[in-house]
């Protein structure tokens, strides 16, 4: 049975922690320890108040932790192909919440799924995947409480555009986004019901977070962070980290000067260095087996993962605090 007695030299904000800290290794329930933190106290609060009092604070503790031991400045949450509606529930990011200072959306992030050339025994219309996505990406920036956000675009966000072109007079066209991301984070949308005559307004991500988040959306298949390039091309090669291969050289014969690359894209997981230039992939945060794109096409099997890159003052990577994460 955990010991829940307030030590005699032990003041309230020490056995709030040590309280709090059990209740994050499951030893005792969050309503077991808003029973002793109150009692302690003298106060009448809930548990959902303890926990979040918490949570902050231990996010706080991380963020100390790891600028002080290792030298960090930037913390980025890197997570591509999430192919809504496909995409892994926000939870699988918990370990990161509080504790990331740039979410970079590596493309792929609306599956566009009707709007595709694949067979599909069901589909979901465009205009649900802008909704899921929009709520979604709320929903991961309120858990992960980052202070940026950047959002390139990946081959799928881009059917929107392809689709409207090929059915579209060119002179409406002129009036369409390139991508529904747009729409999501930087301009807002309204929703036609036409069955029940009525219209929705969405609000953009940059105007409902107001300002306490800064929304970046580069209308681009690439993002720049420091000396990391986040990429989403449209180009493939199989073979083992062959697309990133193909990247590398590509930012090279541009004269980009960088010294990691974050593949998407591939749905692969992986990492290897060339000269003084990381590499990785990033791998598929979705659940790949419900895509069912290549079913007995004998393709290799995709990989889901997403990565934690860690920067110093410099916008250099720090490998070593670096995580390639694999779902699967």
Not at 119 to 146: D, H, N, Q
Not at 181 to 206: C, M, P, Q, S, W
Not at 261 to 278: F, K, N, P, R, W
Not at 295 to 300: A, E, H, I, S
Request: a negative charge; aromatic letters at 12%; charged letters at 25%.
């Amino acid at each position: 049975m955990y010991n829940n007695r307030r030590y005699e030299h032990e003041s309230f904000d020490e056995y709030f922690v040590r309280i709090g800290d059990a209740a994050r290794r499951h030893e005792i329930t969050w309503i077991e320890a808003a029973d002793y933190l109150n009692a302690a106290s003298g106060e009448c609060l809930g548990e959902c108040a303890y926990r979040k009092k918490y949570k902050a604070f231990y996010a706080g503790m991380l963020f100390e932790r790891d600028h002080r031991v290792k030298n960090i400045n930037t913390r980025i949450l890197s997570i591509s192909d999430l192919h809504i509606p496909f995409h892994k529930p926000t939870s699988v990011f918990d370990k990161y919440a509080g504790r990331v200072d740039i979410l970079q959306l590596n493309g792929d992030i609306i599956d566009c799924q009707a709007l595709s050339r694949f067979p599909k025994v069901y589909r979901k219309s465009p205009m649900e995947e802008i909704l899921i996505a929009r709520e979604y990406i709320i929903e991961l920036i309120e858990r992960i409480e980052p202070r940026k956000v950047v959002v390139n675009y990946g081959n799928h966000d881009l059917r929107f555009q392809n689709y409207l072109a090929k059915n579209l007079d060119s002179d409406i066209l002129e009036l369409m986004p390139k991508t529904a991301l747009e729409l999501i984070l930087i301009d807002g949308f309204n929703h036609y019901n036409k069955e029940l005559h009525t219209k929705v307004h969405y609000d953009a991500l940059r105007d409902v977070f107001d300002g306490s988040v800064e929304i970046v959306y580069n209308d681009a298949w690439y993002s720049v962070i420091g000396d990391v390039i986040f990429c989403h091309p449209l180009a493939y090669s199989s073979g083992m980290m062959a697309t990133s291969e193909k990247a590398r050289r590509f930012f090279k014969d541009e004269g980009y000067e960088f010294g990691c690359l974050v593949m998407a894209h591939t749905h692969h997981t992986g990492s290897y260095d060339v000269g003084d230039i990381v590499m990785y992939e990033q791998g598929a945060a979705c659940e790949t087996s419900k895509q069912n794109y290549s079913d007995g096409k004998l393709f290799r099997s995709q990989k889901e993962g997403f990565i934690f890159l860690c920067l110093d003052m410099d916008g250099k990577l720090i490998q070593n605090a670096t995580e390639l994460v694999k779902l699967n």
